[in-house]
């Protein structure tokens, strides 16, 4: 059974830093490319980060220079390093899979997302 | 970037009613649209993929149209528990982005 479990969310002051995780199993995180996407409170869904199977990484504007995305193959886990936050990066954060994926382009939109971390960040 | 544009915002609806919901994207995707169903406090849940095709276990009210720059989410007959928040998204580059949401409440 595929399943994605995020950890790491927390309380934190603006300029500080956090490291999400998301633990998979029942598929190889490598073989797929794997996203974050956040959601702030009340408001739409909006992607951070994707890294691609073959090790490429991509940031949405907002965060690019702050955020990191990571994998650890051998513990078939995702991570999201998020440094110098700013309010604005208040959000719950997801993260998710697609598949099926050549030169950018994935056939399969999210299917498999975790159940999301809150992040907070505040004085 | 590509912007997805959604409507309507909003939705009011009864049970049984079919109810359609649109998307726009700013350039060509191709068929890379995908369509998400969203509770309160739950993760998003991956309706349809490639513009029309079923994801597993979601119900055959559940369909979708479209190619190039315009979508259609369409739900034949509404039963309670659709009544969520609806959202597209192109999986054709990245950044991937979506629409902004259409909320579908009970009439």
């Known amino acids: 059974e595929v399943q994605l479990v995020e950890s790491g969310g927390g309380l934190i002051q603006p300029g500080g830093s956090l490291r999400l995780s998301c633990a998979a199993s029942?598929?190889?995180?490598?073989?797929?490319?794997m996203s974050w996407v956040r959601q702030a409170p009340g408001k739409g869904l909006e992607w951070v980060s994707v890294?691609?199977?073959?090790?490429?990484?991509y940031y949405a504007d907002s965060v690019k220079g702050r955020f990191t995305i990571s994998r650890d193959n051998s513990k078939n886990t995702l991570y999201l390093q998020m440094n110098s936050l700013r309010a604005e990066d208040t959000a719950v954060y997801y993260c998710?899979?697609?598949?099926?994926?050549?030169?950018?382009?994935?056939?399969?939109?999210?299917?498999?997302w975790g159940q999301g971390t809150l992040v907070t960040v505040s004085s | 970037d590509i912007q997805m544009t959604q409507s309507p915002s909003s939705l009011s609806a009864s049970v049984g009613d079919r109810v359609t919901i649109t998307c726009r994207a700013s350039?060509?995707?191709?068929?890379?649209l995908n369509w998400y169903q969203q509770k309160p406090g739950k993760a998003p849940k991956l309706l349809i993929y490639?513009?029309?095709s079923l994801q597993s276990g979601v119900p055959s009210r559940f369909s979708g149209s479209g190619s190039g720059t315009d979508f259609t989410l369409i739900i034949s007959s509404l039963q309670p528990e659709d009544f969520a928040t609806y959202y597209c998204?192109?999986?054709?580059?990245?950044?991937?982005?979506f629409g902004q949401g259409t909320k579908l409440e009970i009439k």
């Open positions: 998710a899979r697609e598949r099926s994926c050549s030169g950018g382009s994935c056939y399969s939109g999210f299917d498999y």
């Open positions: 029942g598929f190889t995180v490598s073989s797929n490319y």
């Open positions: 890294i691609y199977s073959g090790g490429s990484t």
């Open positions: 350039q060509s995707i191709s068929s890379y």
């Open positions: 490639a513009t029309s």
């Open positions: 998204q192109q999986s054709y580059s990245t950044p991937r982005t």
